[in-house]
């Protein structure tokens, strides 16, 4: 029996915690706001050391995912699940069995998805059940594996960003240093070579540098500290988070900065002090969005289709090039115009909804 009991927590429309000890359950679903539609966003399996502590992400995490949709115009809200436990130890049928119990009792409110230590096969287990699990299989009827659709978002996002900073999204002779060669990079990095860019590599994985060999013939490899200094027109942050701050920043050449990592800024001032040294920052949740877009498209009359998705993906160049127009206009940073686009669709939404 899971016990399912409410947080109150002032902001964010509900938020539960579940547990079973018989099932190893501890989590906690944080619901912040489904005015423009459920609330989806990943489930999130880590060993926080207390439940504070986990309540504190599933805050952030649930209000960022918010943001996110509201911006990509999903028609979807902003949730996030965790399970408080050791990914590589705790799993079981029965955890995410009570785990799909959990989410089933907000009745169709949250919709959740993988994220950080959770996979395809975990979500699987989830969807016994709760039917409202997103980004499954294609063969389970899910949109797959999102990295491909995210490194597309990034790639248009990339040509919103040329031609803010030079004028014209024209990639050739232009020095992408990319930070990270994985799942969404590689796919990422052939399109900027195919466009005529040129890439330099840095990662931290042997296999994925001599994917870089095989592949991106040509391509220059720098130990992964050395990425920072490398002389680019842009950097492509795809590993980490917190990679802009006060040591970063002022060894950056680019002029501008768009990857598909989470959380690249260490804080909120960073954005300030990237626009003081003049470098553009195309705001994280803004240009990485292709993947729940995409998955955002199994809740569509009929199911997923790839040939309805791709243009919503490519709808990210033209957000951003409305946050970059909103940073110019109100004289604030790229991070905080994507913030204020993403309130207003809210609050048009509120006024559609009364
Ligand atoms: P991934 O794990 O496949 O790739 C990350 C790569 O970064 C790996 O190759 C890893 O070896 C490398 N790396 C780790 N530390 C490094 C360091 N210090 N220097 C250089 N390289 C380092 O992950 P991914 O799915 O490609 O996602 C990359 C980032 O984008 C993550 O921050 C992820 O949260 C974010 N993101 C991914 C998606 C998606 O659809 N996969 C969607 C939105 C955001």
Same mark, same amino acid.
């Given at each position: 029996m899971v016990d399912i009991s409410e947080i109150k927590v002032e902001g964010w429309e509900r938020v539960v915690r579940g547990v079973d000890p018989d099932a190893g359950l501890h989590g906690i679903v944080a619901v912040h706001d489904?005015?423009?539609?459920?609330?989806?966003?990943?489930? &999130?399996?880590?060993?926080?050391? $207390?439940?504070?502590?986990?309540?504190?992400?599933?805050?952030?995490?649930?209000?960022?995912?918010?943001?996110k949709s509201a911006l990509a115009q999903t028609g979807l809200g902003g949730g996030k699940a965790v399970i408080i436990g050791n990914a590589s130890t705790d799993k079981s049928p029965a955890l995410f069995h009570a785990m799909g119990k959990l989410i089933d009792s907000l009745g169709g409110k949250y919709i959740t998805a993988e994220d950080v230590g959770i996979g395809i096969e975990d979500l699987d287990q989830v969807r016994e059940t709760t039917k409202w699990v997103s980004g499954l299989s294609i063969e389970n009827g899910g949109s797959g594996n999102p990295s491909p659709y995210t490194a597309h978002g990034t790639f248009v996002g990339l040509k919103a960003c040329l031609e803010e900073v030079w004028g014209s999204a024209d990639f050739s002779g232009k020095t992408f240093a990319v930070q990270g060669i994985g799942a969404v990079a590689k796919p990422l990095c052939e399109a900027i070579r195919k466009e005529g860019g040129v890439v330099v590599a840095a990662?931290?994985?042997?296999?994925?540098?001599?994917?870089? &060999?095989?592949?991106l013939d040509g391509t220059e490899i720098v130990e992964p500290n050395s990425i920072y200094d490398v002389d680019c027109d842009v950097f492509v942050p795809c590993a980490l988070g917190a990679v802009l701050n006060?040591?970063?920043?002022?060894?950056?050449?680019?002029?501008?900065?768009?990857?598909?990592?989470?959380?690249?800024?260490?804080?909120?001032?960073?954005?300030?002090?990237?626009?003081?040294?003049?470098?553009?920052?195309?705001?994280?949740?803004?240009?990485?969005?292709?993947?729940?877009?995409?998955? $955002?498209?199994?809740?569509?009359?009929?199911?997923?289709?790839? $040939? $309805?998705?791709?243009?919503?993906i490519e709808n990210i160049y033209h957000a951003l090039k409305e946050v970059f127009a909103k940073a110019r206009e109100d004289g604030i940073t790229t991070s905080e115009a994507a913030d204020r686009v993403a309130e207003r669709r809210i609050s048009e939404g509120q006024k559609v909804r009364e």
């Open positions: 489904t005015t423009l539609g459920p609330a989806l966003g990943g489930l &999130r399996m880590w060993p926080y050391a $207390s439940e504070d502590e986990a309540l504190v992400d599933v805050m952030r995490l649930s209000r960022g995912m918010t943001y990662d931290v994985n042997e296999k994925n540098l001599q994917w870089v &060999r095989d592949h006060d040591a970063t920043i002022p060894r950056l050449k680019a002029k501008a900065v768009g990857g598909c990592a989470n959380n690249q800024l260490g804080e909120e001032r960073h954005a300030a002090m990237l626009q003081e040294k003049g470098i553009l920052y195309a705001p994280d949740y803004v240009i990485n969005a292709g993947g729940i877009i995409n998955v $955002s498209c199994e809740f569509e009359p009929g199911g997923y289709k790839e $040939s $309805s998705a791709m243009p919503k």
